[in-house]
């Protein structure tokens, strides 16, 4: 037997006096095997054998519930219920070896699960795989289910959409939006549309569709928040390394926890006929062809709905047409004066 053979591996030190060597072999042959399991987190119907010191190591929320003293510390089980147990095992198996594999399907779930569970580096990733998908053909669906993860995504779906307006408006998708999306719709320097009819056009069949109350002629929109309520849930952003206890009051154990909790449709309140005249406000009238003003828009039975507010109506959009008409004839006005000389 050569000098080589059947000796044992060492660490060349001569010239640093230390050195890196790894040990620790991948955590996936422990998750498999169950080996020295000491917690077990139930989501749904499964089970899931895990062990408290990688979950914590992964997870703020894991290590926030294991290091607060509460009841969570000390118990062999615990049970998470807004998260589906599919999209768990994904994150788990991320959590002890480092993969994920992400879809278009299953991104939403789980940059929103992994909000929930405060695993940053997931929710890196997700972000850096929404920035490669995002399409004016799936930004509705990422839009529904991920607006309340974060805000500058939100307005950046919002910007597609605005970009994408004629083609897009009109949409049930479209119609689900609400009156804050609205706004920013409007107001958006993206907006691209031919008329400023359609955007009149498009936000009275906005209003038609308010999914809590009843249509014009007396049925009852689509609610289309509830559509969504099921796959949505409600996220706590809170600074785990700051403070642990404000975790901890959210814990799985709380029957009260904002975390256990699928996320709750708006209850009845402002209706959108209420929003549609601040909205209108926010258009350029003067922009407006004067049959859509007479044949449409003074016509329109949500408008005529109640006679005074009507009447109120009729005189701010002359007040406002009549002043910004002004202004863009000054401004012409002042080109052209400009030109001669």
């Known amino acids: 037997m050569s000098d080589m053979e059947g000796a044992i591996p060492c660490l060349d030190t001569s010239t640093t006096g230390h050195g890196h060597i790894h040990i620790v072999p991948d955590f996936g042959v422990y998750k498999d095997s169950s080996i020295l399991t000491d917690v077990t987190v139930v989501v749904g119907t499964k089970e899931f054998k895990c062990h408290r010191s990688i979950l914590a190591a992964a997870s703020d929320f894991f290590k926030a519930a294991f290091t607060c003293g509460l ?48 695993i940053a580096p997931v929710i890196k990733e997700c972000e850096e795989f929404f920035e490669t998908v995002l399409r004016c053909d799936n930004c509705f669906e990422f839009f529904f289910q991920v607006k309340l993860l974060c805000e500058n995504y939100r307005c950046r779906m919002l910007d597609l959409i605005a970009d994408n307006f004629f083609h897009l ?21 993206k907006l691209n549309l031919a008329h400023e009819d359609d955007l009149i056009e498009s936000l009275l069949q906005w209003a038609e569709n308010d999914p809590h ?45 904002e975390l256990n909790k699928p996320y709750q449709a708006p209850g009845p309140g402002v209706t959108r006929v209420q929003q549609l005249a601040d909205l209108l406000e926010c258009t350029r009238y003067c922009l ?15 408008i005529r709905a109640d006679a005074s507010k009507a009447n109120t109506l009729d005189l701010d959009l002359d007040s406002k047409i009549v002043f910004q008409a002004f202004r863009l004839f000054i401004t012409r006005v002042k080109f052209r004066w400009w030109y001669f000389l």
Not at 288 to 302: A, D, I, K, N, V
């Open 71 to 118: 009841r969570e510390d000390c118990e062999r089980k615990i049970t998470l219920k807004a998260i589906d147990k599919n999209i768990f095992s994904t994150i788990l198996t991320c959590m002890y070896t480092g993969e994920i594999k992400l879809t278009e399907e299953n991104l939403p779930d789980i940059w929103r699960a992994a909000h929930m569970l405060l």
């Open 169 to 189: 408006q009109g949409s049930s998708d479209f119609n689900r939006l609400d009156a804050e999306d609205m706004k920013y719709l409007i107001c958006s320097d």
């Open 213 to 257: 109350a009843g249509s014009i002629d007396g049925t009852h929109g689509a609610t289309s928040e509830d559509q969504c309520a099921e796959s949505c849930v409600t996220v706590q952003t809170v600074d785990v390394a700051s403070d642990h206890s404000k975790v901890a009051e959210n814990v799985m154990g709380n029957p009260d926890c």
């Open 288 to 302: 407006m062809s004067r049959r859509f003003l007479g044949e449409r828009l003074f016509c329109h039975p949500l």
